[in-house]
């Protein structure tokens, strides 16, 4: 057992000894599934100090093999053990200490928490099937299909992830944190107000372990009782009511956690934009942000002190994120998500939004028979705009952050196949097929059906992105290695790979 692995041991004996049992039973596990994710970045990502030789071999610069099993890259499988110059590893930190490639030191830290964090959601996690739709985003236990820092959850102690966490279940009271109106930057009409002062609703997490270093102190401590979604600092009021996005900094997967005063700045004007956009081509309905907040820190809106608030999308059927889907999907049930995605995205593209569409930014509505009818959009702080294409289309662009807008088809392209087709559809696909390559060609094959009946509204140019030999996609490893934005590989294009 690691030294994160024992710690989370040691604390969970003192606040839930009930669990503890169940936690090192599921280490093992949670390792396998850190492994499969942390072999395939090792194979098909652009790592210093290593290179690809074969379907299930990796060459360092100084000679040593690391073998495994093949892999495809859209595959999300466990790996109980690699073998590095023929000796067996079987836990993923360890492995990456021993490969010793350049500026990997903190992905090693991050391989420690995610095991131990995945064994405890893995432990805690309720056995009941989802019911509501706050269950049924509660219900995705393992976080990110591909990344490798799935649960890495530094600085969130046993005891904070058990109250917190959205797999365990809890309901959590958010704090109120009462600051002067005129020094907070706001947009769109807050309803939260004492007075001349706004009310920013915040996670205890963010009270306890950022806000007091800052020098603020909560109103009322406990006052807002709220559930958690599938990102643990979004949160649906138990009493209904907009969604709360609250900051909670700390590092998750490999992003810290806070919101840009930029991001504020930008969420009612976007969500307008947004929402323009869908309704002239046909895409999906957005999830529009209603107001957001920021608090200010030696005189300017602080990323730590922000809050937004978020439409909760009501319909009538059930409202599932992509990825809680079901994995025993047939082919019709997976043509009919197809078409939908494919022909909301690529609308979207063609007049100029370039959509982040993975498993946690899109939702799908059920109909009566559980079949997929309509997609919900949210989260919209990591779209890419042209400002070109909506010219072309008539359509003005309000002011927004300067990040957001390109004319450059790469990052275009990038940004939306990067993940609908590399992550959205490749871990649905793998997880439904179990790895029987009959069934996963037959898959891909209804997907690319779809792509190809909906890409004629696209420019060629984008066609043939679309269709090309190679797709984008986030290289995971590279992009913790590097430490700032966001780093691309390329894999081979399932599209093109079909019966």
Partial sequence: MRAVEAAFAGELARVQPGLSGRYAAELP???????????????????????????????????????????????????????????????????????????????????????????????????????????????????????????????????????????????????????????????????????????????????????????????????????????????????????LKTAFTTRMTSGVRDISPGSVRDCVPLSDLLTTVAEQCGGPRIARYLAGAAGSVDGRPSADVSVMLRDPTPEPGPVLPLAALPTRATATWLGALARLLWEGALGMLAHGIALEAHGQNLLVVLDGDGRPYRLVYRDLADVRISPERLARHGIEIPPVSARLLTDDPAVLHAKLLGSLAATTFGSLISAVGRGDRAVEGELWHVVATAARDAAGVLPAADRAALFAERLPAKAHLLTRVRGTGDHWTSLPNPLLDVP
């Fill in 29 to 243: 596990g949670a390792r396998a599934a850190v492994m499969g994710r942390l072999w395939r970045g090792l194979l098909y990502e652009p790592l210093p100090g290593l290179r690809a030789a074969g379907p299930g071999c990796v060459v360092l610069a100084d000679g040593r093999r690391l073998i495994g099993p093949e892999r495809r890259p859209y595959d999300v499988r466990d790996e109980p053990e690699l073998l590095l110059d023929g000796r067996p590893r079987t836990h993923p930190a360890a492995l990456l200490e021993a490969l010793a490639l350049p500026g990997t030191a903190a992905l090693v830290e991050d391989l420690d928490n995610s095991v131990a964090s995945l064994a405890l959601s893995r432990a805690g996690a309720s056995k009941e099937a989802p019911k509501t739709a706050e269950e049924h985003e509660q219900s995705v236990i393992d976080g990110h299909p591909y990344h490798p820092g799935c649960r890495n959850r530094p600085g969130v102690s046993v005891a904070e992830q058990l109250a917190y966490m959205p797999e365990h279940r809890p309901t959590v009271h958010l704090d109120l944190l009462a600051l002067p109106a005129r020094y907070c930057l706001v947009t769109g009409p807050w309803p939260f107000v004492d007075g001349d002062r706004l009310l920013l609703p915040v996670h205890p997490w963010q009270s306890r372990h950022v806000l007091a270093g800052l020098g603020f102190r909560p109103q009322a401590t406990g006052a807002l009782p709220a559930r958690p979604l599938m990102s643990v600092r979004t949160l649906a009021p138990l009493d209904g009511g907009p969604h």
